[in-house]
């Protein structure tokens, strides 16, 4: 398919999920949080590497988070995918048009895939990040961030979360 920036394409088994772009708000949480990801992987030494929009290819298709945090051998040569296995950390956050494959469809996937760790930030009433980790083969939450208020999370390496600081203009 050509590249199109109005849409977002993904293949879950027989079917192609079209998405709308993400909106403002949306795109700078996602830029704010990216940074905020990356200074604390570069602070801590992880060899990881934090991406944006990125295909990713789970064993059931190809989707595409909104932010990943993957080995950096995974992504030394530029590939187009980045394989499940190379991802240690999911990041969705939740738009309008995509509630129930951020909040249902997408954790299950990437659990069933044995994803460490997967975050989703929620915007409405106010933003909130919920914070859960792989066990037993299910996310379990581990800790909710809430804004206007400094959330440190351990894994997978020491950051520091407002979640309020994310989205406002």
């Known amino acids: 398919m050509p590249e199109d920036r109005t849409a977002r394409y993904e ?17 700078r949480a996602s830029f704010r949080l990216h940074v905020a990801l990356d200074t604390a992987a570069r602070a801590d030494g992880a060899p990881v590497e934090i991406l944006e929009g990125v295909n990713v290819v789970l064993p059931s298709g190809l ?5 990943v945090v993957a080995d950096a051998g995974a992504t030394a040569d530029d590939p187009v995918t980045v394989d499940i296995d ?11 048009g995509n509630r129930t494959m951020d909040r249902k469809i997408k954790p299950l996937l990437y659990a069933e895939a044995a994803v460490p760790h997967f975050w989703r930030l929620e915007f409405d009433p106010a933003p909130m990040l919920a914070v859960y980790e792989l066990e037993g083969g299910r996310y379990v939450e ?4 809430l804004a206007g208020a ?4 351990d ?8 979640p309020a600081t994310l989205s406002r203009q």
Do not use: K
């Not at 581990?142 to 961030?145: F, L, P, V, W």
């Not at 400094?150 to 999370?153: A, F, Q, V």
């Not at 894994?155 to 407002?162: K, L, N, R, V, Y």
């Open 63 to 67: 989707v595409v988070p909104d932010l």
């Open 155 to 162: 894994t997978p390496f020491p950051i520091e979360i407002d």
């Open 142 to 145: 581990r800790t909710t961030a």
């Open 11 to 27: 293949l879950l088994a027989d079917s192609l999920i079209v998405s709308p772009t993400p909106g403002v708000r949306h795109q």
């Open 150 to 153: 400094t959330t440190r999370l």
């Open 86 to 96: 190379a991802v240690q950390l999911v990041v969705e956050l939740v738009s309008p």
